[in-house]
């Protein structure tokens, strides 16, 4: 069984940064891992995704340009830079793990674990 754990939300002005962690409790290599957000009310959504070696990245058009996904496999950890935030941000971000392959999928579906969110609030 995989862990993941993100961190790194909170509450930022428009316009400011934040970076997310996710820490995975065991390697996963050669898996794909993801961000996901969900806003109050809506559908979880696609954010961005990263293949293993980091060399595949896939964003959902509102976030390119503005956040970056990045890996540190030694530490068994994704990354979510996220700058110039907007209050359409706003949301719960979560991370997800590929446990069976290694392309970075924009579905929710392919991906088999899940860490329990973190929150992140962008005021204008």
């Known amino acids: 069984q995989v862990q993941l754990v993100e961190s790194g939300g909170g509450l930022m002005q428009a316009g400011g940064s934040l970076r997310l962690s996710c820490t995975s409790s065991r390697t996963l290599r050669s898996y794909a891992m993801a961000w996901f957000r969900q806003a109050p009310g809506k559908e979880r959504e696609f954010v961005a995704a990263?293949?293993?070696?980091?060399?595949?990245?896939r964003y959902q058009d509102s976030v390119k340009g503005r956040f970056t996904i990045s890996r540190d496999k030694s530490k068994n950890t994704v990354y979510l830079q996220m700058n110039s935030l907007r209050p359409d941000d706003t949301a719960v971000y979560y991370c997800a793990a590929d446990g069976q392959n290694d392309y970075p999928s924009t579905l929710a579906k392919r991906y088999d674990y899940w860490g329990p969110g973190t929150q992140v609030t962008v005021s204008s």
């Open positions: 990263i293949n293993w070696s980091g060399g595949s990245q």
